[in-house]
């Protein structure tokens, strides 16, 4: 059997029908990005109503999601408001790492009607200093 020319690479890695053709953007061998620092990270005092102070250093998602907590006060923040992919993940986080956060669930109306949650952060909790 004689080898087949493939043109345009089709199939070039899934059958093994010689070299593998890698996409290119603008002329870029690739479109991974580069690993930077976490935009949002710092240390936080957390101050729980009748518990042990603690400090914890959060860094990404958790951190914007501590910082909009803390900008809400007892308003508390809701994903509708603060839109974000993940909120109840981060949340989650939070709380595994000690940060007391109560959901309230409340009722929306418009063509998707339902309910939502609201998240408010039940400590006093300041930014900054470290461990």
Request: hydrophobic share 35%; glycine share 14%.
């Amino acid at each position: 059997m004689t080898e087949m020319e493939n043109p345009g690479c089709a199939l070039a890695g899934a059958t093994g029908a010689g070299k593998p053709c890698h996409a290119t953007a603008a002329g870029a061998p690739t479109l991974a990005q580069p690993k930077t620092r976490a935009k949002r990270a710092g240390f936080y005092h957390v101050m729980p109503d009748g518990g042990e102070p603690f400090t914890l250093y959060a860094v990404g998602r958790e951190a914007w999601a501590l910082d909009r907590l803390r900008m809400a006060g007892l308003q508390g923040c809701t994903p509708i408001e603060q839109p974000a992919p993940r909120w109840s993940a981060y949340v989650h986080s939070l709380r595994g790492r000690g940060v007391p956060i109560e959901t309230l669930t409340e009722p929306h109306g418009g063509e998707f009607a339902g309910h939502h949650g609201r998240y408010v952060l039940r400590a006093i909790v300041r930014k900054g200093g470290a461990a």
